[in-house]
């Protein structure tokens, strides 16, 4: 394990942008990362120095592009413990899981190899779910439930905000196929336990689709080792460029799985009435894949590399108990799965201690989300505000929109507390308290 320490300060002069405002708290990384020099100036290079198209050309430049293409590939799966064959590239996790349930429905159709009618659904199997998911790990289960006959379960949140584990047990059974659950909430910030789903799907002969779109940036990441079948994650988020991420598969899983978009650079044969279809990865990327945005991607990852993520994640892990702790001070803040700010409904705590990644979602009381977030902004405070894409998972804490501050490894302690002192400033200037 590694024992580097990280410097945020140092780091933010490879972040144009944050260098370019060194006022900015710039806490909005959950919905995006800022981008250091590096990414850019890979994505750049490729477009000035080796732009062809790739799989092709039989020309000089067509082969460096493919190989660089293929070298990024190499770098983005290693970077999640992967193999090169077991990254798909795809625009961004959002694509990356409507590929997986599309593909699952081909099978449930009959297209694809004998192998993947392991993957068809029939009326009454299930698709169990959580309540803390990002709506692209919600509507296309919806979609694919509807298209199917097949039945969406969820596994509920405590107050805490710890996933219900008795009641995952109960509902993961004999008709579930499918558990996909995200590794981190982008809304609590709860590093949930990926080895417990895993082995509950397991042992009902389920396949697992994990959304490490929250974690990829924050935590090592071994996905084969996590034992999951199917994983996403997105590279805008990981300091990446935007229309690129990955889907991961097991090699057994993808090389079952029948294709969801089809076309060129996909197949092997075609007539006129027939195609027939390369191995995984390719499989799965008809058409023009996201060349330069792969090769940021893996300058992205190399960046993270040379940092590492055992020292990003124990720098978060500080910003991320400032934060927190710095919130619980403040009166009228109620923090979303929190266990010093009891809400809902249901039950009310898991298992105490959890792991986190530095994200806190907050009502402030008395004061619209909307209006706090607009505070902040004008003292160059930037988060998120609204439901962030988790309508249910709001309605389960009993609101709409919360504010949501999220940390990167760019992030300082004095980032957390000038966000700290605004936030205590938020109810007394909208005379809510004194
Ligand atoms: C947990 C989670 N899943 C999925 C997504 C969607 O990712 P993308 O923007 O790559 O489609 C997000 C983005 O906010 C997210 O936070």
Known sequence: ???????????????????????LVYLDSAATSQKPQAVIDAEVGFLTTANAAVHRGAHTLAAEATELFEDARETVAGFVGARPEQLVWTSGATAGINLAAYAIGNATLGRGAPASTRFALAPGDEIVLTESEHHANL???????????????????????????????????????????????????????VDRLVSMARDAGALTLLDACQSAPHLPL???????????????????????GGLYGRSDVLEALPPFLTGGSMITTVTLDEADYLPPPQRFEAGTQPVSQAIGLAAAVRYLDAIGMEAVHAHERLLERRMREGLREIPGIRLLGDPSTGSGTASGSGTGEVERVALSSFDVDGVHAHDAGQFLDARGIAVRVGHHCAQPLHRRFGMTASVRASAALYNTEDDVDAFLDAVAGIRPFFGVAS
Do not use: C
């Open 1 to 23: 394990m590694s024992t580097a320490t990280l410097d945020p300060v140092a780091l933010r002069a490879d972040f144009p942008l944050l260098a370019g405002q060194p006022e």
């Open 139 to 193: 509507i296309p289960w919806i979609e694919l439930a509807a298209r199917t006959g097949a039945v969406l379960r969820h596994i509920p949140v405590h107050d805490d905000g710890t996933l219900d584990l008795d009641r995952a047990g109960e509902i993961i059974g004999g008709r579930t196929r499918l558990v996909a659950f995200p590794h981190v909430s982008n809304v609590l910030g709860i590093v949930n336990p």
């Open 222 to 244: 071994d996905l084969p080792a996590l034992g999951v079948d199917l994983a996403v994650f997105s590279g805008h988020k990981m300091l990446g460029p935007y229309a690129i």
